[in-house]
């Protein structure tokens, strides 16, 4: 006889079929950077630390980017929703007209970043790397903004399979790619870490002819997307902007926290940079279970508030914060058992690796928070709740963790500095606060649960997107 309750195995279900397939899509995307990370540590150990510092530097920039893009969803499914779909090609070309202002201003920025890494006085062996890194992949912006725009088009129609299956093809790809490009094959001898970037630029050209395709042969036709030109229609694009830029600047706050914590380490070496890249790709897969759990928390949650079914809604929350963090045990468990295997996958410096695996003990604490506040915030913002997690999240990474961390591995005053495990120590403070703050917020978000779904209030977001739908009138 079971314990736990019928209703509560259902949401469970329920859960993990939504979860399963945001998974491999995580996995996958994940699975780009690990493969940089392994490839170059085989390679050597400063080009390893030279892409590592690229990568800190690209992908929050990125991601911020990206965030602002994903307005072409809730837009595309609001005009779906109203069957008009055939007004959607122009929201999504007037998207790749934002998406292209976009790539121009980071591909200016990228190609103009040396003297920021001789600012903060990061390794000298290593900035040669990640500056040639850095223009290297710029050739691929352009192309994927506009990958993740004709993306959200998909997903605002509802379709979400060809996203996942385009990066299993891609990652497929880049393996082989990225080791031929590095170490060379033939009379070829290589890049050495710079072919990480090249064949990371024609992965993200790939991936747009691959959309495009799947935009073409599915019913996202009917968007009639590639019908016509249209010239840039600014108030539409800044509608667009002005409803994506939240979106993003919340991902941009969470992920540049550790960004950050890479480009000081880099002031410690090229060792302890590696040592850094390492243990954060591997903290990052053992992360994307949870994460695709508070994907789907979102899902689950905004459709039972919507509904104004607040008792599953409830429900939810607490099957989602269970789970989530019996994910994390396992997979701290895992992680403190087999540290110094896993480490050794990734390089074959002793300092680096021995380093690294001092450096998964905190990774394993680290899980467990990181999980608890990343269910919290897919919960909230299944509530349309994401103003107030936005706030909680900087105060708890950027007041207080990079303070501690910062003092812990450099010094302050009278007290001596660690090192790079002393900013570990300041990463898992930070995502300990983010946990405890996140988890009360939602506590009395659920309490609270019925006000934010009132039937004849619409929700910023939706007001935003209502505002762009009327425009198209």
Known sequence: MSFV??????????LGTLTAPLVVTQVSQMGMTVVDVVVTGRYGYVDQAGVGL??????????????TLMAVT????QLNGARRVAETGFVVRQALWLALFLAILIIIVLHNVEPLYRFIGVDEKAIPI???YLRAVSFGIPALLGYFVLKNLCEGMGMTVPSMVILISALTIKIPLTYALVFGIGEFSGFGGVGCGVATACIMWFQLFCIVIAVSITRIRLSGVFTRFDSPRFSVIGKLTTLGFPIGLTIFVEVSFFSFAGLMIGKLGAQ?????????????????????LG???????????????IHVVRRTVSVASVVGLGIAL???????TLRHQIVSLYSEDSEVIALAAQLLLLCALFQVFDASQVVSVGALRGFKDTTVPMILATISYWALGMPVGYVLAFGFGNLNGIGAIGFWYGLVFGLFIAAILQ??????VTKNAAKYAPPDTPSRIQKGTLEIVKSLS
């Not at 809730?74 to 499914?77: D, S």
């Not at 994907?295 to 079914?309: D, K, L, Q």
């Open 5 to 14: 309750p019928v209703s509560y195995m259902r949401e469970f279900r329920q």
């Open 54 to 67: 690229a990568t800190s530097l690209f992908w929050p920039i990125m991601l911020l980017l990206t965030g």
């Open 74 to 77: 809730p837009t595309v499914a």
């Open 130 to 132: 990640s500056v040639s």
């Open 272 to 292: 302890a940079t590696a040592s850094h890249q390492i243990a954060m790709s591997i903290g990052g897969l053992g992360f994307m279970i949870p994460l695709a």
């Open 295 to 309: 994907m789907a928390s979102t899902i689950r949650v905004g459709t039972n508030v919507g509904a104004g079914r």
């Open 330 to 336: 396992v997979v701290a468990v895992i992680l403190l």
């Open 439 to 444: 988890f009360v917020r939602l506590r009395w």
